[in-house]
């Protein structure tokens, strides 16, 4: 019967994989970003509920369509979503 190779244990020690902790780089970020990005958060929350609740009493809401004020109060909340990519 064949013997199989056998694997060096250089493969699996410290030199092959790193653990040096990395330094993120960039400083903190600044105070207006995180009021604008929780801001656009709660504003496209505040938007879908408000549409909810009295959506046909509100003259802005009710000269749009359906899909539009879902598309107002996802977007406002998925671009404050994507603000926290950039966040330290």
Known sequence: MPKSK??????YTDAAVSRTPVK????????WYLIVMFGLMILGLAWLVTYYIAGERIPVMQSLETWQNFAIGFGLAVVGLLMTMNWR
């Open 24 to 31: 993120v780089k960039g400083t903190p970020t600044a105070q």
């Open 6 to 11: 056998v694997r060096s244990k250089t493969e």
